[in-house]
């Protein structure tokens, strides 16, 4: 089982074939580093592509409703009851945070919440790192996924089964734990 270790050390979870394990088609590379940080989760999401960032037309930083539909690096960690939290971040920080009670089935859009999403931009790429505050993330947590979406490709960290991509799946990640 992996552990989110006590920051400085970092999991990473490096995201680089399609959402089915299938070879990637074309030259992109992304990955999320967890780490604990105190009462916090400090998250950090890359992605290397050929070309700029499909991104939506929001200020650098603000949260985005739909930014599954831009290029994105995901997070999914699950908690008992089938409980999980899905965390987007997307280049220039743009940011998604959800609860979900069960696989599509939403608990809390986190409208209200704040993050200070720090980013940058190298050639051919992005990153954006955050911390969570640990009330945020399911009680119980038990497994973990990361996924990123970019140039018309879906990407998994760990596959997920099916027949077209579905990243709303907690069952299927992988065992993961949180260093106390």
Known sequence: MRTIPRAPARLRLPIE????????DVP??????????????AVRASLAQPGPPRAPDAPPGARVEGLWEYDVVECFLAGAGGRYFELELGAEGRWLALSFDAPRVGADAHEALALDVAHGASAGGWWAEVALPLALLPPGLCAANAFAIAAGRFLAHHPVPGRRPDFHQPAAFPPLRLAP
């Open 17 to 24: 074939r399609a959402w089915d394990g299938a070879p990637c």
């Open 28 to 41: 992109l590379r992304a990955a999320l580093e967890l780490a604990r940080a105190g009462d916090a989760l």
